[in-house]
């Protein structure tokens, strides 16, 4: 019979825990037990020290000709408040953030309609041209699965061409919950959870680094979020490209998920996602509590849940504040030291593929 205390001897030991395990975590009350287990394999991992990065987001546009159902941010070219930023005011902004100190800039957007291909490898070229030390992180696995078809090229093809011109590495979006029944009322205009790990396969075949993630706390159940997260250890199994795991809390305003009685995870069921993913994902080096959709404190917490990353900077992020994140646009280099700090643990900054920068 599964107990914490055999799951516990089990992780102390080393040994990989089952789908059925992780479901008991989830179901445990005790809160406080679940996170000190999390937090030792953390210790035992990446002792005391919690990463951050100095980073911008640039969402160059809003339009899109996905509508999910959990989305604040997409538009229809006529809507109100559809934009598309030019590449003057896309490098702007690369050059304000170089100025800040910023040594990776994040950029996703809307799939947009009328686009061609040569755009996004001009997007990349003219950051690059900024500085060749920003990093460019840019393109869910949805985004570069799109660029493969405006583009007309295999998804090798396509990675070869942005890598050419400047592409760094990928973040994680996308992933949603990548088991079938739960997408398809999620986002069904969306790839599938198969090609979406098919795309980051190739991604990381291609010698690029990527992230993953998980959005939670809306209609799946917890066996949907242990399902999401053994398909990811699978796949890291075989590739080993995959960064970090990063657990977005579900936003419920202005969206058509935001009337369900289940509106986004609370501060309980966001730490002990954290954990049980810390403990469940044995291959993955480091969990990031995304502070701009969690909240600023819950991250903070966090830190004592098995969490090791508290993403970057930031500066302007504009996918979970119109679905109604209510955390600040951006947080200085001390507002994060000092987080950090506070909790008991040593701040470092890395750059994107968690090379050490500075230790506080």
């Not at 002792?47 to 999910?68: A, E, K, L, P, S």
């Not at 996308?174 to 198969?194: D, M, N, T």
């Not at 987080?339 to 230790?359: F, H, M, Q």
């Amino acid at each position: 019979m599964t107990s914490l205390s055999a799951i516990t001897d089990k992780v102390k030991a080393g040994e990989r825990i089952t789908g059925e395990e992780a479901l008991f975590l989830f179901e445990c009350r005790d809160l406080i037990a679940v996170g000190e287990l999390a937090a030792a394999v953390n210790r035992r991992r990446n002792g005391d020290r919690v990463f951050f990065n100095v980073n911008r987001h640039i969402n160059h546009t809003n339009i899109c000709v996905n509508r999910c159902a959990f989305c604040a941010f997409s538009r229809t070219p006529d809507e109100q408040g559809a934009y598309l930023y030019d590449l003057e005011e896309i490098r702007n902004r690369a050059v304000e953030a170089y100025a800040q100190g910023a040594t990776e800039i994040h950029i996703v957007g809307g799939l947009h309609p009328d686009l061609p291909f040569e755009f996004y490898l001009e997007m990349l070229r003219t950051v690059k041209g900024v500085s060749p030390y920003l990093h460019v992180k840019a393109f869910t696995a949805v985004e570069i699965d799109y660029l493969a078809r405006i583009a007309g090229l295999s998804l090798a093809e396509t990675l070869r061409e942005l890598k050419g011109a400047g592409l760094g590495s990928l973040p994680g979006g996308g992933a949603e919950i990548l088991g079938e029944a739960v997408r398809q009322k999620l986002c069904p205009e969306k790839i599938s959870g198969e090609r979406w790990l098919a795309v980051m396969e190739e991604v990381h075949r291609a010698g690029l680094k990527s992230n993953a993630t998980m959005l939670f706390g809306h209609i799946e159940s917890y066996a949907d979020r242990i399902d999401h997260m053994r398909r990811l250890r699978e796949l890291q199994d075989r590739t080993g490209g995959f960064q970090v795991f990063i657990p977005l809390a579900f936003q419920k305003e202005n969206n058509p998920l935001g009337h369900l009685k289940r509106p986004g995870p609370g501060g309980v069921d966001a730490l002990k996602t954290l954990a049980v993913a810390r403990i469940y994902l044995d291959n993955f080096a480091n969990i990031k509590a995304y502070w701009v959709m969690l909240g600023v404190k819950i991250a903070q917490t966090a830190l004592a849940f098995g969490v090791n990353d508290l993403d970057g900077t930031v500066v302007e992020e504009r996918i979970g504040h119109d679905a109604g994140a209510a955390s600040p646009q951006t947080m200085g280099r001390d507002e994060i030291t000092s987080l950090i700090r506070k909790a008991g643990r040593v701040p470092v900054e890395r750059d994107t593929l968690y090379n050490e920068l500075r230790v506080y």
